[in-house]
Structures are given as C-alpha cells and as structure tokens.
C-alpha cells in the first residue's frame, strides 16, 4: 500500500508539532532596559532541522528596503515550497535595524526572518513551561514590562518629538497586538526593541546636529 504524502499545510502543522518551545538564550540590555531575548542562530537552527525533515525550503522572492539616517526598514515575502509537490504559500515578515555602519540592512533581514519563523510556526518563546510560577509573579512581572515600556515610549516622545497616541499605534500595527494596552508579554518586549531602535537613532541624530 503506497504511503499517503503529506500536503503543504500538514507539513507545516508537523514542524510545529516538533517544535514545541525555544528557551531564550541571549541577554539584551539598553539603557535602562534588560531583558532575555532568543537569537536568530538559535531559532533558524531548530527550525531549519524540521524543515528539512518535513522537506519544505523557505526563501524570500520580494523585498522594499528604506532607511533613515542609521535605521534600515525591511519588508520581505518569502516563500515556502513543498518540495515534494511543488505546493507553496506566501508569507510575509517585516523587520529594522540600527547601525551607524552598512549592517542595518543586515540586521533588519534577520530581525524578519526569525520573527517569520516564530509567527509562521508559533513557536513559544517564554519562560521554560515546566517551571511553576504563581499569578502573582506573573503579575508583577507584567506590571514591570509595562512599567518600562511606557517609560521607553515617553523618552522617544521626547526626541523624536513625536505623539504618544501614533507611536503606540505603530507599535501596535508592528507587533499585530490587539492594542497597546492589551500587548502579551511577548509583544510588549519587541515593543520594546522598536522603540530602541528609535531611541538610538534620535540620538544619533541629535550627536550629528550638535557637532
């Protein structure tokens, strides 16, 4: 009896079967800002493995770049193919990066990539779920996050001399939140690397008006 083969979707569903939770494992800090983060070493090689498996290749077909003085903004879709049938769909990521250098481009396609990769497979990124925690850690941690996200976004308001209503509406429509106020845990610390990346680039710009 010949073995039935597996369509695009299933493939797909199997690579997040496989993938069940991806420790963080990178530390990053900004001012006053510290949290853990995971690396797109560490997600692209966990995925690639289940990819390859499945025999699905994903690779990008479109890209509009832009930048703005040291930030670079990428909009890429990539497409993943069944190799077996030659089924594909097309995703779409987004992504920027800050670099007084030529690697902001760079950093932008990464930051997409390995948020396609996390969004495509919905792949957990918290803490390791096997520990306990009570709702009240919870909690306060939560009240933390937003604690030092709505510190960020006055500083950025501050200058860039921008709104705080617009600001958090494009981080809203960055993150796909339902709201600013109703941002996850997850959502609100990329929130919190967008407004990084802006942060940098005011400053880098108010350093090259006053020389």
Sequence with gaps: MTEKKL???QKMSKVMESIEHLQKDDQVSF???????????????SVRKALIEQGLVIFPTEQ???REGTLTSVNTKY???????????????????????????GKAMTYAFKYL??????????EDPDKTSSPEQDEKELKSIRKTL???V??????????????????????????????????????????????????????????
């Excluded at 006053?32 to 692209?44: D, G, L």
């Excluded at 497409?79 to 481009?105: N, P």
């Excluded at 610390?189 to 942060?199: A, H, Q, S």
């Design 31 to 45: 001012k006053t800002t510290n949290y853990k983060a995971i690396s797109e070493e560490k997600v692209t090689k």
């Design 64 to 66: 509009e770049m832009t």
């Design 154 to 211: 006055k500083e950025c308001v501050k200058k860039s001399g921008g709104e705080i209503g617009k600001i958090e509406s494009w981080l809203v429509q960055k993150t796909h939140a339902k709201s600013y106020k109703d941002a996850d845990k997850e959502q609100m610390k990329e929130m919190g690397e967008l407004l990084n990346v802006l942060i940098a680039k005011a400053d880098k710009e108010k350093t090259q008006n006053d020389e």
């Design 117 to 126: 990769l996390l969004r495509t497979f919905a792949i957990p990124t918290g």
């Design 150 to 152: 709505d510190g960020l």
């Design 79 to 105: 497409k993943i193919v069944d190799i077996d049938s030659g089924d594909f769909e097309i995703l779409a990521s987004s992504g920027q990066g800050a670099d007084t250098q030529d690697k902001g481009s």
């Design 7 to 9: 369509s695009l979707y």
